[in-house]
């Protein structure tokens, strides 16, 4: 039997991934015998390339991936190990070259079912169609004389609907990708229809404080209910919704990539009518940037799920770049409000400010925790992550104390009441997630508890969200 340089041989690195898919796996289509058989049919065919098993099965289970969520996860817990397996033959532990690895990855795929167990190419058709569906909707209100470079009204139209336009086809997506019933799939769609009609209903008076608010939440809302879709009958499993928050900021770098190409794509469009004297400015921003920007949310999902390497490398790397400088900016600049005294008569655009910086380093420090090892043993860069929780956290007490000050002296607003139930909902969730850290950097907790903390806290988000839809207008007079 063939030993790997951990010791184990590869009857047993094929029954650890056989028990984490029985503990993770709840979705049962294939079976977990067809799984197995598929991957041992790909692991001859590598094997047959020179790559030893170990090389072999970690290669092929990530292959599996695109086919079963659990294997996912198990590979990207695991894809590290490729680059420490020794080569055949080798004594002295030397690893096999890279570019033998990398060759190895392009060997053929000797399953023709795509995620989902669909073909690639018919999986491919499909997001072209949904991401095309996406393109023209934006256009779609036009034919009832709604202009998207409008007047007022019509482009607050746009902006509190431009998220129904394509984030119901990314839903739709993944229902089709996971397979759901006709009953999950109207189950899903309640929350979408629900934030259609709470947005176009209300009278708003126009750019009102209620209107903007819904203008905010909505995306909110249905992102998280894109998450449900995104993760199917795996919503219970921390590690899951894990998943859904590494694809969250996946498909950001992968979206801000294709902006910059259509950005790109667009000047030179607009340059070469130029030079034949025709003006494309109608055709730059009527069509190819309001019809590309919602498209390329579709294909941009579509390209994390099938290329996830490249987005996987980036993720962390950006973590570790800009946790430092945002912990010491915060820092600083609480520094300063402190010997300036300023914090006591904080304007309203100033509070805003704060939220966003708040709500960037609760990303970050989502990010960073997806993309961590959560066995891997607390260092240095743990150690700025908390620091830069505890001063968001800081933060927020100031922005807390401002807000109650502007309540108690002018009353509640729309405004102030969201600003206040939200800074409510991220102190709570940094506070906490302090005392998590610091327990693991001490040895007396584990790193997996703030995972399923930040995690299990997700739905508290789509719920205050729903909230100030729903509620928040009629509260406060639609304005």
């Not at 289970?61 to 590979?75: C, L, N, P, Q």
């Not at 209107?211 to 995104?230: Q, S």
């Not at 030179?268 to 109608?282: I, N």
Request: proline residues 4%; charged residues 15%.
């Amino acid at each position: 039997m063939n030993k790997e340089a951990n010791g184990d041989t590869l009857e047993d690195q094929i029954a650890r991934w056989r028990a984490y898919l029985r503990r993770r796996r709840t979705i049962q289509t294939p079976s977990l015998e067809e799984l197995e058989g598929r991957l041992r049919d790909q692991m001859a065919a590598l094997q047959d390339t020179g790559l030893t098993g170990g090389e072999a099965f970690l290669i092929a289970v990530k292959r599996m991936g695109s086919i079963d969520a659990a294997t996912r996860e198990f590979g990207r817990a695991h894809a590290g190990q490729l680059w420490e397996q020794p080569a055949a033959g080798d004594d002295t532990g030397r690893s096999l070259p890279l570019l033998k690895r990398a060759l190895a990855l392009l060997v053929p795929d000797s399953s023709d079912d795509g995620p989902g167990g669909s073909d690639p190419r018919t999986e491919a058709v499909v997001v072209l169609g949904l991401a095309t569906v996406a393109a023209l909707s934006i256009k779609a209100p036009e034919l009832f004389g709604i202009r998207l470079w409008g007047s007022g009204d019509d482009m607050m139209f746009y902006s509190r609907n431009v998220s129904l336009f394509v984030l119901p086809l990314l839903a739709g997506y993944f229902v089709w990708k996971r397979g759901f019933d006709v009953v999950r799939s109207l189950l899903l769609a309640a929350p979408f229809a629900a934030a259609a009609v709470f947005a176009n209903v209300f009278p708003f008076e126009t750019a009102g404080s209620t209107e903007m608010l819904t203008v905010i939440h909505v995306p909110i809302l249905l992102w998280l209910a894109v998450g449900a879709a995104y993760l199917g009958d795996r919503w219970r499993s921390a590690g899951a919704r894990m998943d859904f928050v590494r694809f969250s900021g996946e498909l950001f770098i992968y979206y801000v990539l294709i902006a910059l190409g259509g950005g790109v794509f667009t000047v030179l469009t607009w340059g070469m009518f130029a030079l034949v004297d025709l003006d494309a400015t109608a055709l730059a921003t009527e069509w190819l940037l309001p019809c590309g920007a919602l498209g390329a949310v579709i294909v941009g999902a579509w390209l994390v799920e099938t290329r996830q390497s490249l987005a996987g490398n980036i993720a962390p790397m950006l973590t570790r770049v800009f946790t430092p400088p945002f912990a010491v900016m915060l820092l600083v600049f609480l520094g300063v409000m402190v010997w300036t005294g300023r914090w006591t008569d904080l304007e309203r655009d100033v509070l805003i400010v704060f939220d966003l910086l708040l709500v960037l380093v609760l990303g970050l420090l989502l990010f960073s925790v997806s993309a961590r090892d959560p066995k891997a043993p607390g260092g240095a860069f743990d150690v700025m992550q908390l620091l830069l929780v505890v001063v968001a956290i800081a933060v927020d007490v100031f922005a807390l104390a401002a807000i109650a000050g502007r309540i108690f002296e002018f009353g509640f607003s729309a405004n102030k009441t969201a600003a206040l139930g939200e800074n409510v909902i991220l102190l709570v969730n940094l506070a906490w997630s302090v005392w998590l850290y610091a327990r693991f950097l001490l040895g007396r907790g584990s790193f997996s508890s703030l995972e399923r903390w930040q995690t299990g806290y997700l739905p508290v988000h789509a719920v205050w969200a729903g909230f100030v839809i729903a509620a928040f207008p009629p509260l406060f007079g639609y304005l």
